[in-house]
């Protein structure tokens, strides 16, 4: 594992820390600084990153509290609380 990707893991673990005690702002950080250092390094963030982040506001979602789960005709829609819609299959 390189470094870039250590970055990106432990900026998960902070994003989640930070959401889980109410300071979206500093969640919302990290998760742009997460992404930020994906993309100068050409990596795809992990599946658990992707699904619990809004594309939209960058928050971190934490299903119950800022984000409504439903399940859809075979598809998980998430919904953040700026109205963003992400739509994943399930089977």
Known sequence: M???EERI???EELARAAAAAGEDDRARYYVRL???VAERNRLSLPRTFRRFT???CDAYLRPGTNA???LQNGH???T???GHQARY???
């Open 80 to 82: 953040c609380e700026c």
């Open 68 to 70: 409504r789960v439903r």
């Open 9 to 11: 893991e432990r900026l």
């Open 76 to 78: 998980v829609v998430i």
């Open 34 to 36: 997460a992404r930020r």
């Open 2 to 4: 390189g470094v870039a």
């Open 54 to 56: 809004c594309d939209a």
């Open 89 to 91: 299959p399930y089977d």
